[in-house]
């Protein structure tokens, strides 16, 4: 699987929206992009997940470039239970089972 | 739809000793990962069944095994455990029917060892 980066931390204020980024450089052709978060303590929470196109759900957006090498996470009006580790994952959709987790964007929504 | 059940939530437990952390999935899921989460080293794979069979493993200790029954229920054992097993640990469970499948995890299993 690609490898990605997001940076360790970011701060959003309530209300406002939240974009969250992610370099993944090296991706290839068939690999999706997932987006999880953990709020303290808890199991990881799936969010979002796209290929190519940019995607829309009741809980986030996803924009991806043309070029697939980074991608934004978008909570639109962010919330003090936004508060999370945010981890963007590439994976093989096909034929990879796992997961692999890296450090994550620790977002803190201040009021 | 019920999610995922993990059990128990909290365990303590002495060096040495053995331990089983059980995962029940989401009904119809067909397969189940599991995960240790710790400060150190994050979030990491453990090992994956589907089917009763282990399909993909981490890179952990003979000492941490798994298996899956028939209905999909999954257990995780780590036999004589060491202190750097403390942990959260974490199932998954999925279709792993389809191209980008969707994991969904259970509330973790939090084990202390002393």
């Known amino acids: 699987d690609a490898k990605t980066t997001q940076p360790p931390s970011m701060d959003c204020a309530e209300g406002r929206a939240a974009n969250l980024p992610c370099n993944h450089s090296t991706i290839s052709g068939n690999e999706y992009v997932y987006w999880y978060r953990q709020i303290h303590s808890q199991g990881p929470q799936y969010i979002i997940h796209?290929?190519?196109n940019n995607e829309t759900n009741e809980m986030a957006s996803l924009i991806i470039t043309e070029d697939r090498k980074s991608s934004t996470l978008i909570l639109p009006h962010a919330t003090l239970r936004d508060t999370a580790v945010y981890y963007c994952?590439?994976?093989?959709?096909?034929?990879?089972?796992?997961?692999?987790f890296g450090k994550g964007t620790k977002l803190s929504v201040i009021p | 739809k019920a999610g995922v059940t993990q059990t128990p939530r909290y365990l303590i437990k002495t060096r040495g000793q053995q331990v089983t952390l059980s995962c029940s999935p989401i009904?119809?899921?067909?397969?189940v990962s599991w995960y240790q989460q710790t400060p150190g080293q994050g979030l990491q794979f453990l090992f994956e069944?589907?089917?009763?069979?282990?399909?993909n493993k981490g890179n952990f200790p003979g000492r941490f095994s798994g298996r899956q029954f028939s209905n999909s229920r999954s257990e995780m054992n780590v036999s004589t455990l060491e202190l750097g097993d403390s942990a959260l640990y974490l199932c998954?469970?999925?279709?792993?029917?389809?191209?980008?499948?969707?994991?969904?995890f259970g509330a973790g299993t939090r084990l202390s060892v002393l």
């Open positions: 009904s119809g899921h067909r397969s």
């Open positions: 994952i590439v994976r093989v959709g096909a034929g990879s089972y796992q997961l692999t």
């Open positions: 796209g290929l190519k």
């Open positions: 998954a469970s999925s279709l792993a029917a389809i191209p980008g499948d969707i994991q969904y």
């Open positions: 069944y589907f089917s009763e069979t282990q399909r």
